[in-house]
């Protein structure tokens, strides 16, 4: 059995993208799956919003970026009230929080975290009200979920390490073996593989999302097998901080964090819900938010790589960015077969083209990549 009390947000959110069963979706896309009705228009000063969080506001990076999210839509509709409810834990706890908010007229109620069943039995029930998950599976009229392409952003880091990489050896930072961090891990590689074929990627699992010390003794521990290039997907700084004692390079996840190693720095994934939660608001307001859709949001619009640090060469930025605007511009994909995994099978045949559900719910690491087991 699950448990749901003591599990992490990100990890049951992976055990959901590895188990779940989802419909094809493209690139920039909100498909409905039910041809569901709208959910009736409501007056700003009438609206409740709520807002429902796995960890603190002041964190620095996955729920500090929603809460910017929450800030822009108050800004946009000043009339509204709003919810706001931090560090929801995966227990009963849970349910009776979604309740609470239904009970206090939430008219639409926005998860940032998946939280699976414990928020579906107060959807089920509230059926006239919005419901929407961060990295959810499961759509019904009055609940949809949303995501972000996070793969297009690291795979141009990756391009960058390849680049910036004296050993060709890359080190990297893991929570738990979920897909973000296949996907993420997969991605990096190939983009630094397109400069250095010969590169690989080391893994260090920490068995959690923030752990500065862990993170430290993970980021030490790479640096001195031989990685002069550290990469993650941790809310805070410390392998960043390791990365600049040491001299190396480092990419980070969530947002803008370089002030803890300027030299090091070399950029981030950064997340922005800004703009995609005004009109998903705005929607609601207008009667025109219907569920049943699966969003994720693409590179440009939703998530993309920071500015480049300050120390990273010129020659670097431009390759990097000349991939970029290939992924922008020209709708270039680079996730197409033959890929192979640890194992040497073929999970790609040649000439295909890997879908956004497929990366979405990656579940398997690339050859070369070291360290990753389900």
Not at 68 to 75: M, P
Not at 181 to 188: D, H, I, L, R, Y
Not at 304 to 309: K, P, Y
């Amino acid at each position: 059995m699950i448990d749901f009390k003591n599990m992490d947000r990100r990890r049951f959110m992976g055990l959901a993208g590895m188990t779940a069963a989802s419909s094809l979706m493209l690139p920039q896309f909100a498909r409905p799956a039910f041809g569901a009705t709208p959910l009736a228009a409501v007056k700003e000063e009438d609206a409740v919003i709520g807002f429902g969080h796995v960890g603190p506001i002041s964190d620095e990076g996955w729920t500090w970026s929603h809460h910017q999210g929450l800030e822009a839509v108050k800004a946009a509709f000043p009339k509204a009230k709003y919810l706001e409810v931090e560090n929801i834990p995966f227990s009963a706890d849970c349910t009776r929080i979604y309740r609470q908010m239904v009970s206090d007229g939430a008219n639409m109620i926005i998860s940032t975290s998946n939280y699976g069943d414990l928020i579906y039995e107060v959807s089920d029930r509230a059926t006239d009200v919005a419901f929407m998950e961060c990295d959810g599976h499961r759509k019904a009229d009055n609940l949809s979920y949303y995501y972000i392409q996070h793969w297009f952003p690291t795979y141009v880091a990756g391009v960058a390490a390849g680049l910036l990489s004296k050993s060709g050896k890359l080190g990297y930072v893991a929570s738990f073996p979920v897909p973000a961090v296949f996907c993420g891990t997969n991605a990096f590689l190939m983009g630094a593989r397109t400069v250095n074929p010969e590169a690989t990627l080391q893994t260090v699992v920490i068995n959690s999302w923030f752990d500065p010390q862990g993170a430290k003794q993970a980021g030490t521990a790479l640096i001195d097998n031989g990685c002069d290039f550290l990469f993650g997907i941790m809310d805070e700084a410390a392998y960043l901080q390791v990365a600049q004692e040491r001299g190396v390079w480092a990419a980070m996840w969530n947002t803008d964090i370089r002030r803890y190693g300027p030299d090091a720095y070399v950029t981030s994934i950064v997340l922005d819900w800004n703009q995609y939660y005004i009109d998903q608001v705005r929607k609601r307001l207008a009667g025109e938010w219907t569920g049943g859709e699966g969003t994720l949001l693409p590179m440009g619009k939703g998530i993309d790589r920071d500015a480049w640090g300050a120390k990273v060469p010129a020659d670097v930025v431009a390759k990097a960015d000349a991939v970029r605007d290939r992924i922008l511009n020209d709708g270039f994909n680079p996730f197409v077969g033959e890929i192979k995994d640890v194992d040497g099978n073929v999970r790609v045949k040649a000439g295909e083209t890997m879908s956004p559900e497929a990366l979405y719910t990656w579940d398997w690491s690339i050859e070369g990549v070291s360290g990753l087991k389900v």
